[in-house]
T-cell receptor, first 112, second 116 residues
Framework: KQEVTQIPAALSVPEGENLVLNCSFT??????LQWFRQDPGKGLTSLLL?????REQTSGRLNASLDKSSGRSTLYIAASQPGDSATYLC???????????FGGGTRVLVKP | DTEVTQTPKHLVMGMTNKKSLKCEQH?????MYWYKQKAKKPPELMFV???????INESVPSRFSPECPNSSLLNLHLHALQPEDSALYLC???????????????FGQGTRLTVV
């Protein structure tokens, strides 16, 4: 069974600092890994998808890395803004079973 | 268009009521999912439909009954729920149930369900 862990559980930074969010997973037989953002009481917004054959994926201020063999992914958010305050969830997509399994999330607060 | 639409946004129901949640997508996706999310917890998978057929049931109680009438629509029928079933119910879809590496899942905004 896939186990997904996100560290830290919560993060508070002043505006302008770079954010580093970590995700680890136990089963490396994945097709891809997605990073999502969730605002309180809302649905999930897909931020980045990184395929199992890729090491890195970038979108604007966001950069995600993937080391499939060691079961790790990292999301970097450059020059954080108060609007980046949200919960960030990682979800590896398992090869068998058509399943996304979510980590517990990192709750981010960016202070003006 | 990467939109997954869920209705209603909010639902309050009694323990003896029958209600349904609806999810719709027009992206031509052939995999659709129901997730349940309790407060301050990650989403947990309930059901997966692939090509309109139920492919995964994560041992969900029978008071939750999914239905996929066509490739664009997914329903979740609710009956005799308990207060502990109160949660955010999320629907998602993805393009190809054959699990290719560029399959991206898109989520709706959820239905906030309260059972009283």
């Amino acid at each position: 069974k896939q186990e997904v862990t996100q560290i830290p559980a919560a993060l508070s930074v002043p505006e302008g600092e770079n954010l580093v969010l970590n995700c680890s997973f136990t089963d490396s037989a994945i097709y891809n890994l997605q990073w999502f953002r969730q605002d309180p009481g809302k649905g999930l917004t897909s931020l980045l998808l990184i395929q199992s054959s890729q090491r890195e994926q970038t979108s604007g201020r966001l950069n995600a890395s993937l080391d499939k063999s060691s079961g790790r992914s990292t999301l970097y958010i450059a020059a954080s803004q108060p609007g980046d305050s949200a919960t960030y969830l990682c979800a590896p997509f398992k090869a068998a079973g058509n399943k996304l399994t979510f980590g517990g999330g990192t709750r981010v607060l960016v202070k003006p | 268009d990467t939109e997954v639409t869920q209705t209603p946004k909010h639902l309050v129901m009694g323990m003896t009521n029958k209600k349904s949640l609806k999810c719709e997508q027009h992206m031509g996706h052939r995999a659709m999912y129901w997730y349940k999310q309790k407060a301050k917890k990650p989403p947990e998978l309930m059901f997966v439909y692939s090509y309109e057929k139920l492919s995964i049931n994560e041992s969900v109680p029978s008071r939750f009954s999914p239905e996929c009438p066509n490739s664009s629509l997914l329903n979740l029928h609710l009956h005799a729920l308990q207060p502990e079933d109160s949660a955010l119910y999320l629907c998602a879809s993805s393009q190809d149930p054959r699990q290719t590496s560029n399959t991206e899942a898109f989520f709706g905004q959820g239905t906030r369900l309260t059972v009283v």
